[in-house]
């Protein structure tokens, strides 16, 4: 029997929360998340890098950030 498929991958993970003033596109690491505020976004433990981007204004900002296990990380991001 079994369901044929591979046992979930567990990982220590915390949460980030962005807020962007005025809005942002976000990349972390690499991967969109979308247009921002963005809340409680499970990620993985550990060192992240993360760019907001605002193409009306122009204007990008990059941060790097500790995320912690089972904590919540709030990351502030003013584009002007």
């Known amino acids: ?3 044929g ?8 993970h915390g949460y980030l ?3 962007a003033n005025p809005w942002g596109e976000v990349i972390l690491e ?3 998340l979308g ?3 963005l809340m409680y976004q499970r990620i993985p433990t550990g060192r992240h890098r993360v760019v907001v981007t605002n ?3 122009q204007k990008t900002k990059q941060l790097s950030f500790e995320i912690k296990q ?4 709030k990351v502030n991001v003013v584009l002007y």
């Open 1 to 3: 029997g079994g369901w």
């Open 5 to 12: 498929g591979e046992a979930p991958v567990f990982y220590p």
């Open 17 to 19: 929360s962005i807020n």
């Open 30 to 32: 690499r991967q969109p």
């Open 35 to 37: 247009i921002k505020p």
């Open 55 to 57: 193409p009306l204004l």
């Open 70 to 73: 089972n904590s919540l990380t």
